[in-house]
């Protein structure tokens, strides 16, 4: 089975296009090498994904003959990301909740921010 199409499948991309442009990209990779979209996959095949800059590590443990449901991914693909990796998508997601900005700035914190940058 294609990477692209299995990429697909198992629902680590929305559409084949996008799983299709992420190989051609460099995003996934067995064996530590970039792998183009057609590259055939078989079971036990071990690969990485980098997505939103963490780099998932998968292990495939059955190819699906269509697309399949999010309940039952677990039957087709095992997730051995490093636990590092997923501290690190914590950390990104705390990261970007404490920079949102509110608007504008009042007249307060204006002064304020000006008061900070001149000292």
């Known amino acids: 089975m294609r990477i692209d199409l299995f990429l697909w499948y198992s629902r680590i991309y929305k559409s084949r296009t996008i799983s299709s442009n992420a190989c051609k990209k460099g995003h996934v990779k067995i064996n530590s090498k970039s792998?183009?979209?057609?590259?055939?996959?078989?079971?036990?095949?071990?690969?990485?994904?980098?997505?939103?800059?963490?780099?998932?590590?998968?292990?495939?443990?059955?190819?699906?003959?269509?697309?399949?449901?999010?309940?039952?991914?677990?039957?087709?693909?095992?997730?051995?990301?490093?636990?590092?990796?997923?501290?690190?998508?914590?950390?990104?997601?705390?990261?970007?909740?404490?920079?949102?900005?509110?608007g504008k700035p009042s007249k307060k914190e204006r002064r304020d921010i000006n008061n900070f940058l001149n000292e």
Do not use: W
Not at 64 to 77: D, E, F, H, M, T
Not at 82 to 88: A, Q, W, Y
């Open 35 to 102: 792998v183009k979209p057609s590259h055939d996959i078989f079971i036990g095949t071990i690969f990485t994904v980098k997505k939103n800059q963490i780099l998932n590590k998968f292990k495939i443990l059955d190819l699906p003959n269509s697309r399949v449901g999010a309940k039952i991914l677990n039957l087709y693909l095992m997730d051995i990301t490093p636990k590092s990796e997923n501290e690190k998508k914590e950390i990104l997601s705390n990261s970007k909740d404490n920079f949102k900005f509110k």
